[in-house]
């Protein structure tokens, strides 16, 4: 962690394949993966039916299974559709969730590059409604909802320690609103970093 403004950042999944369409970026250090494919029909060219699914696993040079899911043929490609499974170089579960149409869709378990997790829903690939985040070691984070892959309303971030970091009101994504930050126990407020936000920075002290 960089410092309390950095604290409730959203972090990039673990996950070790790209997204067909529509995503972000997978973080990891895979060099190179095997892409084993077994399909309910042979092939993606003209005569692979519509809607035809396949199972889709990936390995990494060791030959450890780092992604579990299965793909749909739409409109002349192969899409990520169903339940995914994202493993660590270790076989570790790492992150789990559902493809619609090659963009996450339902309740997502997640987790990120250090360590920490995630867990709550995506529509047509973009975060929506209550979401949390924990500690490495399972202490809350962060809370707060999504609106359009967006922070809105209030979000309240919390140290390793369980005390209380930060609240603060978001609209479309940045800090806007009355923006509360409290001290190392978790009690006093820190002046120099509080106030009144305007998208994103500081315009005005607490009152």
């Known amino acids: 962690m ?4 950095s604290d409730a950042l959203v972090r990039k ?15 990891g250090s895979l060099v190179a993966v095997l892409l084993v494919v077994i399909a ?8 692979t039916a519509e809607g035809t699914t396949r199972d889709l696993e990936v390995k990494n040079r060791a030959g450890i299974v780092t992604v579990k899911g299965t793909e749909r043929f739409t409109d002349g490609e192969w899409l990520k559709h169903g339940a995914f499974t994202f493993y660590g170089d270790r076989g570790e579960v790492l992150t ?8 996450e869709s339902g309740t997502w378990t997640e987790t990120y590059e250090d360590r920490c997790t995630g867990r709550g829903a995506y529509v047509e690939g973009l975060r929506s409604g209550p979401w949390q985040t924990f500690h490495a070691k399972g202490m809350p984070q962060d809370s707060g909802e999504y609106k359009r892959g967006l922070r809105t309303g209030l979000w309240l971030s919390y140290r390793r320690d369980g005390t209380k970091l930060r609240e603060a009101e978001y609209r479309n994504g940045q800090e806007n609103g009355r923006v509360v930050y409290f001290g190392p126990q978790g009690r006093l407020v820190n002046h120099e970093l509080s106030g009144t936000y305007k998208d994103g920075e500081r315009k005005k002290p607490l009152q």
Do not use: E, F, I, M
């Not at 960089?2 to 403004?5: F, R, V, Y």
């Not at 309910?40 to 005569?47: D, H, L, Q």
């Open 40 to 47: 309910t029909a042979c092939g993606c060219g003209p005569s």
């Open 2 to 5: 960089s410092g309390p403004a």
């Open 13 to 27: 999944k673990v996950t070790q394949a790209p997204h067909h369409r529509g995503g972000r970026p997978w973080a």
């Open 96 to 103: 789990t969730g559902q493809y619609k149409d090659g963009l």
